[in-house]
């Protein structure tokens, strides 16, 4: 009923930058929170930022001053703008949004099935 589905993963120098997007479609009702977590190999998925359907946004401390995440609530689409780009950002990096579809009264988390960024030294 609802998909959500990444885009823009690359391979990338450091110093670079890259620019992620996220669009969700489908029966949906409402988006309140959509964020981007990242995972990379043989470790735990970890948040990189969220932004509020208002737009306040949060940001993980190793993305601060480098990552901008905005959105487009006409559009349901979120966006990742990562600059500086380090070999410790290499990771899939996963949409989420917490939405509500028609006809449920309650909002539920969903996810898309990530991106890999690469980032070479």
């Known amino acids: 009923q609802v998909q959500l589905v990444e885009s823009g993963g690359d391979l990338v120098q450091a110093g670079g930058s890259l620019r992620l997007s996220c669009a969700a479609s489908g029966r949906i009702s409402s988006i309140s929170r959509m964020g981007w977590h990242r995972q990379a190999p043989g470790k735990q998925r970890e948040l990189v930022a969220t932004i509020t359907r208002g737009g306040n946004t949060n940001y993980a401390d190793y993305v601060k001053g480098r990552f901008t995440i905005s959105r487009d609530n006409a559009k349901n689409t979120v966006s990742l703008q990562m600059n500086l780009l380090k070999p410790g950002d290499t990771a899939v990096y996963y949409c989420?949004?917490?939405?509500?579809?028609?006809?449920?009264?309650?909002?539920?988390?969903?996810w898309g099935r990530g991106t890999q960024v690469t980032v070479s030294s």
């Open positions: 989420n949004a917490d939405l509500s579809v028609l006809g449920v009264p309650f909002s539920d988390t969903y």
